[in-house]
């Protein structure tokens, strides 16, 4: 068995970056030289994955068309004599299949991925959050690892997790409970508890934005009541699955150098891009030599 389909949730309104995100998405806000879900898409390539599934809403269209062949734009630069500026446009031939569904109404992350449930209909599939980037320009191979888990160990949700630095941090994420320790960065995933106090907080590990499902997630989504922020929470779902089957979810600690990018306010969107400027072959020099003189150091 394979699992070679993702669903990437790409509609969210991106409040928290206004207004930055008043007309364009947050997934297409720019980190370095390419916007972030592109770094996503190509993760995921390069993990395995050969079918991806957006799932969109209202003002997300430049998505679609960013991942289109633009045969305008290629005929334009090679009339043009700019041929070497061809190469950055090398992605849209990954080899993946697109397809793109709408989620008509902000209901959260789990309505989102509930939303996936036509298209995935049997079969295993990952989940990867279309505003988070996993290591310097998207070089993780965290999820390979998460589809081998899930499939040696017949497990029906595996999670990826990052150690926070702080423990004040944990009321912003879905933290795990975990386990038993089966052996190096995996773990037994008992519960996930979403923004919990740090004094109610189980562990400093927090979700890292990449989840393997079997279809069963679908049964307790649809079980699933609006919780916080009105929302169907996606962490709510796993935290049902998990109790009724205890045993079969798993989670993997991410490993130093892929750390989680969370584009999702402006603190982690400038750490970003500076990081992924700072990494640019072409670049990246002289930008380190500018913040110096700018800093005095």
């Known amino acids: 068995m394979t699992i070679d389909f993702a669903v990437v949730p790409v509609a969210g309104l991106g409040t928290r970056l206004l207004p930055a995100t008043k007309s364009q998405p947050k997934e297409m806000l720019p980190v370095g030289r390419k916007p972030v879900v592109q770094y996503v898409i190509e993760e995921l390539a390069r993990n395995g994955v ?56 902000q209901l959260g992350l789990g309505d989102a991925v509930r939303c996936a449930e036509p298209f995935v209909r049997n079969e295993p599939f990952v989940v990867a959050l279309g505003d988070s980037i996993l290591g310097l320009h998207g070089q993780s191979k965290a999820v390979e690892r998460m589809v081998q888990i899930c499939i ?38 008992v519960d996930v508890v979403e923004k919990p106090s740090p004094s109610e907080a189980p562990s400093q590990l927090a979700v890292a934005s990449r989840y393997v499902f079997r279809p069963s997630i679908f049964e307790y989504l649809k079980k699933t009541e609006r919780g916080k922020g009105n929302e169907i929470q996606l962490t709510d779902a796993m935290r049902k699955l998990l109790a009724d089957r205890p045993g079969t979810g798993i989670g993997l600690k991410l490993p130093k150098g892929e750390e989680r990018y969370d584009i999702g306010n402006f603190p982690s969107y400038f750490k970003a891009f500076t990081d992924f400027a700072l990494a640019d072959e072409e670049h990246g020099a002289a930008y380190r030599s500018y913040l110096k003189s700018l800093l005095g150091n």
Do not use: C, M, W
Not at 70 to 97: C, S, V
Not at 154 to 172: K, P, T
């Open 50 to 105: 050969k079918r991806v599934l957006f799932i969109t809403g209202h003002g997300k269209e430049s998505i679609e068309d960013f991942f289109d062949v633009d045969q305008e734009l290629i005929e334009f630069l090679r009339t043009r004599g700019k041929e070497d500026q061809l190469a950055a446009l090398e992605f849209e031939r990954n080899d993946i299949e697109y397809a793109y569904t709408r989620q008509r109404e």
């Open 152 to 189: 040696e160990r017949d497990a029906e949700v595996v999670v990826a997790f990052e150690e926070l630095e702080s423990l004040d941090e944990v009321v912003h994420y879905g933290i795990a409970q975990p386990g038993k320790n089966l052996g190096g960065d995996l773990f037994e995933l």
